[in-house]
């Protein structure tokens, strides 16, 4: 017995190694731009221009308050006043760092239960909302968030004239104590992605690149191995 456990333990810590080890080395990959001409950030509105297709870009996230797990490093974002995320177009890179706000929601609904939403309790939370402006025709989008070892891609097609929106909705890990119930608490799971409303699926390989440290979350543990 002892024996089998020693030998699951060193499989789920190989695992979570070469997860790591391949999601940090694909966002680091990522945050080097090798074009410079496939976006434009626009600060504000006006005409489209012949050609192009206008895209807002939209995801968020909800972290723990600095210092609530006591064995995570002190290096970490989770909590502190700015937070990164990670966007390439087609070889164009652009890492944002966005300000962070307390966000405090009931950890209990109106019937005294344990609250069903994901982002109840007391933590921070980091909205993005970039608009770019873009040559129409078909795209790649990697997303990455290089604080949590987590990246995803998508491919996306845009219309001459249009205005688009790709948003990213976090989807967080499961708590199975006392109730199983997704809360930010546990961290980030995935994202689920749509395009002007629409779900955009992923594909296998774009899931399997996006791994994370599932097995030691928020633990010095899964900090040394990623």
């Known amino acids: 017995m ?11 810590t190989g695992l979570s190694l070469l997860g790591c080890g391949t999601t940090a080395k694909e966002i680091q990959a990522r945050s080097q731009s090798e074009k410079a001409d496939i976006f434009t950030e626009v600060k504000d509105g006006g005409t489209i221009p012949n050609g192009f297709a206008e895209l807002t870009i939209k995801a968020n996230i909800k972290t723990h308050i600095e210092g609530y797990y006591i064995l995570e490093s002190i290096e970490s974002l989770h909590g502190k006043e700015k937070y990164p995320f990670l966007v390439n177009i ?34 921070f939370k980091y909205v993005l909302e970039k608009k ?3 040559h129409a025709g078909t795209h790649k989008v990697f997303f990455g968030l290089p604080e949590d070892n987590y990246s ?28 199983r119930i997704p809360t930010f608490m ?3 799971d995935k994202y689920e992605v749509f395009l002007n409303d629409k779900q955009v699926f992923l594909n296998k390989f774009s899931e399997i690149i996006g791994g994370r440290c599932d097995a030691f979350p928020h633990s010095a543990i899964g900090h040394a191995l990623c």
Do not use: C, H
């Open 90 to 123: 087609d070889g164009q890179a652009a890492r944002w760092e966005v300000d962070g706000i307390k966000d405090i929601k009931p950890a209990y609904d109106s019937d005294g239960k344990t609250s069903r939403d994901p982002e109840a309790r007391e933590g």
């Open 132 to 134: 770019l402006r873009l």
């Open 2 to 12: 002892n024996r089998l456990l020693i030998f699951f333990v060193a499989v789920l």
């Open 186 to 188: 546990k961290g980030i």
């Open 152 to 179: 995803t891609e998508v491919e996306i097609s845009l219309k001459e004239g249009e205005t688009n929106t790709l948003e990213f909705k976090p989807i967080y890990r499961t708590k199975r104590i006392p109730t």
